[in-house]
């Protein structure tokens, strides 16, 4: 029997000023998503930028699925990539600090996209949502230098608590600040672009202060680029020693389908099929915001004593009830008034819809990244995180471009249902995921590894 797993040193938890630097990238770059893609920008480019409200902005929304859908497509092109070359060159750092000054830079640009300006303001989205989400995959590929297996889930979950905190912060003042999505508001609300980023500008400094650069560099002895073809074609060669790893990465290519649609409609879908109220909007997004810090929060803790797969498919679960409500919502409102004499809108239900969807959104993304930490091997996780990103971003085409096209055919509200769909098909395949056996491969790899470079008999 061989010694050499007790041989190889397990990973120590790291200080908390390391981790509280690390969830703060999470903090800064929620100004991002929220403000650009969910909440205030989105909007905005539907139906301002582009407007067409004869065929219910069906052009302008398929125009936004196109920009992300391309965006995402760049990242799997060269986030595997990316990750090989980090995981080799011991540089995570100096990729993340390359994606998070272009972030800023384009979002910051988003200033000089006016009414009319659809091309440029399609490139400026292409452009900053692929640094964005490359810089999510980049410092996802740190969490398994952060703790030990048994801590993955509490870390993951702070993380994605203490950025929705972030969020609720950015575009809290940016709603109650710089006011509506609107033509009319426009010379304010094209702030929301320079305010963005410059949020992220500042709040990500700690990131770059405390967290270390783990790893030791290997010798330049071919081009990087050469290095990354000749490592994932490797690993994607070794993915049968994974095999767990790469059936939760198709199940997360389906469910993560339907967490991009929600993150870049949601706020749409309230604007056009509820007709929500600016009020009832900023109320929606702090209820969201405070749900998801709560689902990554405590289900981060929950998943470290259930398990992160059994935990994943429960978030899942909800996300099916979720969607469901919130195509319902029209309807159930008007049957609720008939049957109880009520007066109630269907953007005062909205409300209530938006605790599960939250609930759910915080939950099921602290979950994946926790999962894919565990199966992966430390000096493989950059790499392995890159093929996260490529699950993710993967999932943000297919998902983004098809809500987009179906919409243009039936409209947002029925086009929704494909969510539901996506989900279901998820929980089907991740039955399949052995948790337990997905860890013992990466243990494995770890020690066939450690023998090698320590010239000791790993059989």
């Known amino acids: 029997m061989s010694l050499i797993p007790d041989a190889v040193p397990s990973t120590p938890r790291a200080s908390r000023k390391e981790i509280f630097g690390w969830a703060m990238f999470d903090f800064a770059n929620q100004a991002y998503t929220l403000l650009i893609i969910t909440v205030v920008f989105g909007e905005l480019f539907t139906t301002v930028i ?8 069906r052009l302008a929304n398929f125009l936004w699925s196109l920009a992300l859908a391309v965006s995402y497509l760049l990242v799997v092109i060269t986030g595997p990539l990316c990750g090989a070359v980090m995981d080799y060159q011991a540089s995570k750092k100096r990729f993340l600090f390359a994606s998070y000054l272009a972030t800023v830079a384009t979002t910051a640009m988003l200033y000089f996209v006016a009414p009319g300006y659809v091309l440029l303001g399609l490139a400026l989205i292409i452009l900053s949502n692929y640094a964005y989400s490359m810089g999510e995959s980049f410092i996802a590929a740190f969490l398994p230098d952060l703790g030990p297996p048994e801590d993955m889930g509490k870390i993951s979950g702070f993380g994605w608590a203490l950025g929705y ?32 980023a410059g949020f992220f500008l500042v709040t990500a400094i700690p990131t770059f202060m405390w967290v270390k650069e783990r790893g030791t560099p290997q010798p330049p002895g071919k081009p990087y680029r050469e290095i990354a073809r000749e490592r994932v074609a490797t690993t994607l060669h070794e993915l049968r020693r994974f095999r767990d790893l790469g059936l939760f990465l198709v199940s997360l290519l389906f469910s993560m389908a339907g967490v991009y649609i929600i993150i870049a409609f949601a706020f749409i879908y309230g604007a056009q099929v509820i007709g929500w109220d600016e009020s ?23 998943q470290d004593r259930i398990g992160t797969k059994i935990t994943y498919l429960f978030t899942l679960t909800l996300w099916v009830a979720a969607i469901i409500a919130i195509w319902a919502t029209p309807e159930v409102t008007v049957f609720l008034n008939d049957r109880f004499g009520l007066g109630w809108e269907a953007q005062h239900l909205f409300l209530f819809v938006g605790c599960l969807a939250g609930l759910s959104l915080g939950s099921s993304q602290s979950a994946s990244r ?21 699950a993710n971003k993967l999932a943000g085409v297919i998902g983004i471009v098809a809500l987009g096209l179906l919409q243009t055919v039936v409209g947002l509200q029925a086009s929704i249902l494909l969510c539901v769909a996506l989900f279901l098909i998820a929980i089907l395949i991740c039955l399949g995921v052995n948790q337990a056996r997905g860890q013992q491969a990466a243990l494995d790899w770890e020690t066939r590894d450690w023998a090698a470079r320590h010239g000791a008999d790993g059989t």
């Open 50 to 57: 582009v407007g067409d409200r004869g065929d219910g902005y």
């Open 370 to 390: 926790a999962l894919v930490g565990l199966f992966s091997p430390r000096r493989k996780a950059a790499e392995f995180f890159g093929f996260w990103g490529l």
């Open 165 to 196: 905190v972030g969020g609720l912060f950015a575009a809290g003042f940016t709603l109650l600040v710089l006011g509506e999505a609107s033509a009319e508001n426009f010379e304010r609300i094209r702030w929301v672009g320079p305010f963005a």
């Open 280 to 302: 009832v909007r900023n109320i929606m997004f702090i209820i969201v915001q405070i749900t998801a810090a709560a689902g990554a929060l405590g289900f981060g803790f929950i």
